[in-house]
């Protein structure tokens, strides 16, 4: 039998490095999340994943310095890379409209991604959360119809 290879990425279900994840190695490997982008270079030094996905750049805020900081700090090396479109989405629950929002949850890369579209929408409180895919969570399990969050699609 042919072993899957085992791949660290941050954040949760749905978050962009799993989409990219996806979208280099394809669907049929053996994922793994972790919390924080030094916990997926911990994994890869301490071989629980043979690779780890994570962000080093951004066409609307920039580098991702601290990536490129613990690649130094761990002694490792980037050996591929996949560009992926960001589309991020306003999500929110079940039978909510757009007018039932009041608050939007995202990482600020989420918002300044968005920003165009957000500031459309008027005088709607914004709230920074850890990322996009955890902002989504949030909503999801607060179940309110005044409650939004920037994120993707997956």
């Not at 080093?56 to 560009?83: A, H, M, P, Q």
Request: proline share 1%; net charge negative.
């Amino acid at each position: 039998m042919i072993e899957k290879i085992k791949v660290g990425y941050q954040g949760v279900e749905g978050a962009f490095s799993q989409e990219a994840m996806i979208q280099y190695f394809g669907e049929g490997i053996g994922a793994q999340n972790y919390k924080t982008f030094e916990d997926v270079f911990i994994a890869v030094k301490n071989g629980e994943v043979e690779c780890g996905v994570l962000p080093i750049e951004n066409s609307t805020t920039g580098s991702i310095n601290l990536v490129y900081d613990l690649l130094e700090k761990y002694n490792l090396f980037i050996v591929g890379e996949v560009c992926i479109r960001i589309i991020q989405n306003l999500i929110g629950n079940k039978d909510a409209r757009l007018e039932d929002i009041k608050e939007i949850y995202s990482h600020p890369q989420g918002f300044e991604q968005s920003k165009k579209f957000i500031d459309s929408l008027g005088e709607i409180k914004h709230i920074n959360y850890h990322n996009t895919a955890l902002s989504v969570k949030y909503v999801k399990d607060s179940n309110s119809l005044e409650k939004g969050a920037i994120g993707s699609k997956r």
